[in-house]
């Protein structure tokens, strides 16, 4: 496509809720990169996709964050028994490669209430 | 570990005014610098990239931004803001071999006519 998309914009769910957010990357584009956003934050990294691979998920939460990506395209972060702190916007990234930066997706507006 | 600081967190400046935000980071060795803008209701947007080469680097929109190794430094200037310029401006560092962009907390710019 023409740009990152990510769905769904915006998500409300439950505390103790299991939510999925998708990240649909530019075609050709082979790395992937999810950030969260809080408020009056700045990005903050959770994991990096090369291909289909997670080389660095250093930046995930906890172990209730979980995150894959098939046929080097399209990648779904899993949150499991969702808490209030997880509230943030859910930012995706693609790239070809490191001289080109990346292209950020508009997010996914997670509330937990 | 990595990090990135930007000292305004919050700039208010009249149209016309002069603009400089400040980023200084924490890594000795190769750096990839970048500035990236937000504006209201947007993804974010690559504003400029330094890879190697002259040290004044120039983007979109007027902006340019300077690395000075010595200072560990790379400030985003523009000679005269307009209103459109109002955004969250972002500036990041990608080190050598880690493969992620590590974001500073952000400037909220806000420019009055």
């Known amino acids: 496509g023409a740009g990152v998309s990510q769905s769904p914009s915006n998500k409300v769910t439950e505390k103790g809720k299991d939510v999925e957010l998708r990240c649909d990357p530019i075609s050709g584009h082979t790395a992937l990169y999810w950030y969260r956003q809080s408020l009056g934050q700045g990005l903050e990294f959770l994991i990096y996709f090369q291909g289909n691979s997670a080389p660095d998920k250093s930046g995930l939460p906890s172990d209730r964050f979980s995150a894959e990506r098939t046929g080097g395209s399209v990648s779904t972060l899993t949150i499991q028994r969702t808490q209030q702190e997880d509230s943030a916007v859910y930012l995706c990234?693609?790239?070809?490669?490191?001289?080109?930066?990346?292209?950020f997706g508009s997010g996914t507006r997670l509330t937990v209430v | 570990a990595q990090s990135v600081s930007q000292h305004n967190h919050h700039v208010i400046l009249s149209e016309a005014a002069s603009l400089e935000l400040g980023c200084n980071y924490s890594y000795g060795g190769t750096v990839n610098l970048f500035w990236y803008v937000q504006y209201p209701g947007q993804h974010l947007q690559l504003l400029l990239k330094?890879?190697?080469?002259?040290?004044l680097v120039k983007g979109i929109k007027g902006f340019e931004a300077e690395f000075i190794k010595s200072k560990f430094s790379f400030n985003l200037r523009k000679p005269s803001v307009q209103w459109s310029d109002t955004a969250e401006y972002f500036c990041?560092?990608?080190?050598?071999?880690?493969?992620?962009?590590?974001f500073g907390a952000g400037t909220r710019l806000a420019v009055h006519p």
């Open positions: 990234a693609s790239s070809r490669g490191q001289v080109y930066g990346y292209t």
């Open positions: 330094y890879f190697s080469g002259d040290p």
């Open positions: 990041a560092v990608e080190s050598g071999g880690y493969n992620k962009l590590i």
